[in-house]
């Protein structure tokens, strides 16, 4: 996977899941669906990181870009220019 797509999933996969587990803050009468709504939520949030952590990298010296900031156009680590 392309390293901007995979920022850009995993910035609208994270506001989803958060999203979710909002929805489900809101639900009081139905724990059962409460509960299922928080597992999807967290599940979802440990999946969109475990993806950006395998492909937000330097497709040249596999450098871990920090997600924290916008994406570089040079890497940090190699100094080569990105697309």
Known sequence: MDYKKSYH?????IFISLLILFIASLINENHILRNILVAIGIISIIINI??????????FCGYQF???????KYC????????
């Open 9 to 13: 999933l995993s910035r609208y996969g």
């Open 50 to 59: 475990l993806q950006e952590m395998l492909f937000c990298c330097c497709p």
């Open 66 to 72: 920090s997600t924290r900031d916008n994406l570089p």
């Open 76 to 83: 940090p680590e190699c100094g080569r220019k990105l697309e």
